[in-house]
Structures are given as C-alpha cells and as structure tokens.
C-alpha cells in the first residue's frame, strides 16, 4: 500500500472527459491495490485564461511540483488560434509547465496494435510489427528562443537556440533506452542547413563512444517524414529536438490507426507529466465520442513511473480487453460504438 | 520555332544520369518542333566543390542568370554530411542558387497515378483522388537567418525570420493557383507557438479578402503531418514557410508511390528552376536503377513555363505511356525493371 499525490489537469475541449475516464480508472487501481491517491483538479489552459487570466495559475504549477505526477488532459481553444494578436494563449501554459518543471524529455512510444492494423491508413504490410519510442527534447529550441517583432510589426522572429548540455541530457536517456531495445538510435535532424542540427549531430556522434552496444544513424527531418510512413519497422529509438519531434511524433502517431491510443510521457529533473498526445479536440467536446484511450494508457505509463508496474500492467490489460472486445469509440467501431465513458467503465472494471 | 537556352546542372549523385534522359527528351521535343535548346552544362554542388572549391562557381551562377530556364539534378554528398564543421557544403550552393536567382516559390504537385496505387505504402481507399499543390516558400526563413555558435562553441543558433513582403508575394501565386483550381488554400504554420506562424495568418487573412472565392483553412504543422497521410483528399493547395514546406512536401510524395515521379518548379523574380523533388541518392550512383522521370517530369513544367504547353502535354503523355506500360525502373517494376537509360529512350522516343 502506498500513497500518492497526483495533480490531474484536465485542460480544454476534450481534456476533461479524457481525464474522468483515466482517473476512475487510477481509482480502481487504488482500490484493488488498497492504495491511496490523491487526485486534485487543477486548471491550466484555456479554461485557466477564461477562469483566472493566467493559462498556468500559481496554484496549479504550485500542485503540480508538490506532485508525486502530473496527469494532463489536452489545451488549447480555436478561439485562441484565430486570433494571431491574443497576449495570453492558452498553450503558454503548457509551454511554461514544461520550462517550470524541466521536463526536457518527451517520450512517445508509437506501436502497431494488431486489431487495429485495418484503421491504420497504412498498409498492414508496411507497418506490422512496429515498435518505436520516440525522445523529443521539449524545454528548447524554437519554442522558448527570443521572438517578436520590429517595431512597425513588418518582420517577425523566432530565435532557435541549443546548447551542449541540453542536447547531452536527453541524448542519454535515448542511448540507454535503445540500449534495453534494439539498440538501434536515430538522430532526426538537419544538419545540411541548421547550426544548431550540427550541434545535435557532434553531441551525439561524440556520446555514441559510450553506448558501443547502440548503432546510430543519421536522418534529415525531410527524409525522416517519408521513411516513417515507407519503413516505419526501422526505428526503434528516434531521437530529435522539439519542433521536429513535434511534427514527426504527430505524424508517426497515424501508423496506430488512431491518435485516441497514444500516451506520453515528459520527464525531466523534478516531476514527470503524462498526457495523451491528442489535442482538445473541440469538435468532440461533450460528444461522448472521445477515446479515453490514450489517457489511461498515459496513467499506465504514470504508474510505471511511480514504479508501480504490476498495477500499470494491470491497466494495460484492461485496454488490451477493450481493444479486442471492440469496446471502443466510434472512430474506431463505427457499427456500434460505444461513448467515452462506457469505454471507461469497461476498462476500470477490468482493473 | 523558338530557341530558348536552358542551364543543364547535373549536379551530384544520381542528378547526372536522370538530367541525361531528361536532356535527351528535351532534345526529341526541340527536333520534332523544330525548336532550338542551348542545353548547356554546368557544375553545382559536391562535384563543383571537388572542381573548384565552390558549390556554385560564378561561371554557373552567371549561366543561369543567362538562361531562359534552369533544369537542375540534385545536389548532396553524403561524406559532407557526416562532417559537421565541414565550412564548404554542396547543399549551399543550392541555397544561394535559390537566393540569388530569387525563386522564393516552390511548387510541389502531388497526384496519385492510377497505375502506381499498388505502389504507395498508403490504403488506395484513402488516397485514390488525391490532387494537391504545394506552395513552399523558399528564400526565407530559418534556412537563410543568422546561424552559428557562440565563441566557445557550446551553443548554437539559427534564427528564423520573415517580413510581410515575403509572405505576401509567395501567398499571392498560392491564392491564384487556388482560384484557379478547386478554390481551398490551407495555411500550415504553427501559429500557436512561433510569431514568424503568427504573421504568416495575419498577412493570409488579410489577403484572403481578396480572393473571396478562395476558402482558407489554417492547419499546425503537427496535425498537417497527419492530415496529409490519413485525409489527402481534403487538400487543394496548401502553402506553408521553408522548412516546413521542406518536411510536408517530401512526406507527401509518399502518397504517389515513389519519390521518383515528383517533379518541382521553384519560381521568382527572375529565371525558374525545374528538378526533382529526390535528392542526389548516392548509393543507386551509377547503376542505371535511378527513376528519370521526376526530372523528366521537371522538364515538362520547364517547357509549359515557357510557354510551351503543346510540348509539355507531349512529353507528360509520354511518361503516361511508360507508367501504363510498364516500362519503369525497379523500384516500380520488381519483375522486369527497365534500366534509367531504358526508361529514359522509351520516353524520348515517345515524344
Ligand atoms: C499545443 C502545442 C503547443 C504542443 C506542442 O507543439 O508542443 C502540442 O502540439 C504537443 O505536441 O504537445
Ligand atoms: C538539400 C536541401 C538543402 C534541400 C532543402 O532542404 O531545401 C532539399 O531537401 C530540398 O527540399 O530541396
């Protein structure tokens, strides 16, 4: 029996239907394990801005670092991104969670689940038996460099930025996770144009001296975008900085066949967040068409996290049920669907 | 008959043998209409570097400045790449090609061929229809900002910038090809997190009133890596900044079965440029597998540039004639695969 402190941010559109589901399911796990968690809301996001002016509110960033792990939903607002001039946006909240509580490090794991191969665009040929942990860095880069604009707003800027060490830092946790797989790395990178790419590229060429068990190869962002979708079974640990991690993960998530399935996690020095990698979704907020999914297989990765691993494999488990019984949302059974909190239920149930 | 003179740059790698067949069907169009090509050669890239030291000679530079149109192969050297503080590069005497001959509009078709549907790792189902055009800006942004390291070269840097100008006249061209073909642009930026994005929406909203025929959607660039692969049917024309016009545009060629098809146009103020959308692909170098038909492709935009669309619909039947029969390189034609020349005769003897 332990106890633990979890912050559950819910955020905007679909976040909080998410949540509910990947939180009753932590609720059986405590049950059944006679564990206790302590699971407060918090806002952030658009429904922060709306609530309090502030998309990260101190009482929220104070929660989330008392926390034993961060539960987030999703953020952000079409309202926000049709107004280029807006000050507060929504998603400064989650970039500044991520700055405050260092999380350099967002790991995607991107799996080809059998019953699902028939979703997938893809081919089931192409993509059987793939198996990827993706490692975007997420506390540098373009994201946080210098921007703005002249005075007369003619010129815009974005300052893209990396140093030694915050390349090292994640450049490590990919080489040891690739040393319990494959041990197979691959910098996605672009180096024949940026600086900064060939930054990346030295770091890691010099570090692959200490990992002599992991073969490392080297893609441009261009290259990489295709060789996802030709080859995905190829990578194993794809290694890569913020804004390519950014489009890449999001682009390798469709091989699953549904976005709704993908959980990550983003570790760093203090606490580790864990978020489906879907948006908010605004067109389904409130629908009950929501895959809860991806949420509660981001409270698995919680759970192992918090080395609680007979409990995350327990949830696992229930979603595998879910995924072979059919009990899914409609993009992925379109003849009987069944709503996000039916899935929910079906899967706590499990636990 | 007209005399037209056109800059041949072979380049590196594979560009030398798919620019011959492509040379070799300009040459069947000048003598069946009896037109006249200077079709003269010049050194670009790796292989101008190991000549003279410059990855674009001013003899080049100068003969494209004189030319009516520029027909280019591909340029990339793979011993440069793994040479991070390599000071000459092939890849910039491409960019500065780009920059001083101002083609700040890349124009990437994708459409997928009937006969090649086999071949894509895509669902026929999902990308059957597929017709887009995709607008990449291509003298701005984070290729050509400031870039480089601090003086103890620990951190590095690359600074992406744009100005209204820029936007403006590339958004223009996207706008008119919009209205001339299924009225949809879509925007792909990533407004929600760089300001560069964020100008790039205020100056397309404005400029949409313009254009009140055209629909414009905005897409991030994360969820444009998925819609491209799971919905490509929904896209007309899309325009987007350099280095995200770089990714999306090589990942949709996915779509089309091969790279070896693709063809671009990058245009400006001056003289455009024609190539393949594939790079120099050094390891198929000299063994006759190389797919000449984006360049040959290339060609046929080059002759309807200059205005010589009977030609170009000559030289497009022609390829039609080979993709129907069959007559292709290996990666189309597992069983019996014509060679590069083969293909490239095939064609030429078509025309
Ligand atoms: C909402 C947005 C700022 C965010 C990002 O780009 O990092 C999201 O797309 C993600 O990938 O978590
Ligand atoms: C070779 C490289 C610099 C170039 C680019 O990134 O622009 C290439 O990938 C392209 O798309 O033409």
Redesign the pocket.
Known sequence: MVSKKIAVLPGDGIGPEVCRQAVKVLEAVAERFHHHFDLSSHPVGACAIDATGNPLPDETLAACRNADAVLLGAIGDPKYDHNPSAKVRPEQGLLRLRKELGLFANIRPVVAYDVLLAHSPLKRERIEGTDMLIFRELTGGIYFGEKGRTADGEVAYDHCTYSRPEIARIAHLAFQAAAGRRQHLTLVD?A??LETSRLWREVVREMATQYPEVTVDYL?V?NAAMQVILNPTQFDVILTENMFGDIISDEASVIAGSMGLLPSASIGAQVALFEPIHGSYPQAKGKGIANPIAAILSAAMLLAHLELHEEAALVREAVDEALNNGILTQELNHSAPYTTEEVGNYIAFWV
């Open positions: 672009k024949n144009v441009f261009d």
